[in-house]
């Protein structure tokens, strides 16, 4: 069950409570988060909550059955939103579109690439400082360096950075630059940054694992919100299986369940899961009517000549094409 303490609770009433919940061998977490504090108590005896939730103290009181308790929509009905403040926020009521190179490559890329999302009205920009790749010898990233001109240019336009972090040793120097840390899919279940993550008060977006399943990646969520980090998101971007004739199998049933198992907002990357570029606006209208929350894909300046991920990317006229067409597959969603 998860407890929501009152924000002028006494250490008395948590004594109280914690008893309470001893009594029937519950054993009780507790996790304080940037909005509130719960206990979030795990046990197998039948127990009445109205008596816990009568307890000083106690704000709310929950029963949840699933194992990944947290972010749970059993708990949570309405779905939880993330304000990024600047009248800037992923939320249910309004389609976010992230989009920008693979990799952060240099100033000259990055200042066309502000231009392009602040005169199309996109209010985030991906990019990757710190790359994961498969060969040693691929391009690595340009570091925290590109970071701070990523940054520096975004936030002059008034555009969100959203960024992959690696190891747990990043954090603290990305942390001033960086409005979204991405976990991407080799990281999905990398414990100890997830851990992290949960201390950081930034929000983060939680990509699915290569070959996770849905559960997993609620089960990631759940450490980061029970480390103190309820600004997450969720991201399905594609799963590993023997088809072979594009990059990832997109996981469209992966939508409407997450939507419908937890509170917290989905993001579909279209361009992880099929990797060709033609067909990248397809699976990104697919995602939104199946209803996602957001969009994030990749664009380049010149994607033939772009240091990774090029077959992926579009360039910015079909950028441009994709931005009216997804606004336009959102508004047709809400009128069904």
Known sequence: MIIQLKKNISP???????????????????????????LVAIGKAEIDIRRIGSLPGVADIHRVSDDYKLVSRKWKTE?????????????????????????????????????????????????????PRSSPYAF?????????LFAKHCHAAGIKVVTEVMQTSQIDDMYQYVDMFQVGARNSQNYNLLDALGKVDKPILLK???????????????????????????CERGIR?????????????????LKDKSHLPVILDPSHAVGIRKYVDSVALAGVMAGADGIIFEMHDQPEIAFSDGQQSLNFPESKKLYAQLRAAFELRKSF
Request: glycine share 10%.
């Open 79 to 131: 779905y939880s939103e993330i304000d990024f403040g600047d009248n800037v926020k992923i939320s249910a009521s309004a389609l976010s579109i992230m989009a920008g190179p693979c990799s952060i490559e240099g100033e000259e890329l990055i200042v066309k690439t502000v231009e392009h999302l602040k005169s199309n009205n996109i209010r985030f920009m991906r990019g990757g400082v710190f790359k």
């Open 12 to 38: 008395e009433q948590i004594f109280v409570i914690r008893t309470e919940l001893d009594k029937h061998k519950y054993s009780a977490s507790d996790v304080n988060t940037q909005k509130n504090s719960y």
């Open 208 to 234: 699915r694992g290569l070959s996770g399943t849905v559960e997993e990646l609620l089960f990631s969520a759940e450490y980061i919100f029970s480390g103190g980090n309820e600004k997450i998101a969720l």
């Open 241 to 257: 299986t023997y088809e072979k004739s594009y990059r990832n199998v997109l996981d469209i049933n992966a939508i409407p369940f």
């Open 140 to 148: 690595r990233g340009v570091g925290i360096d590109g970071l701070k």
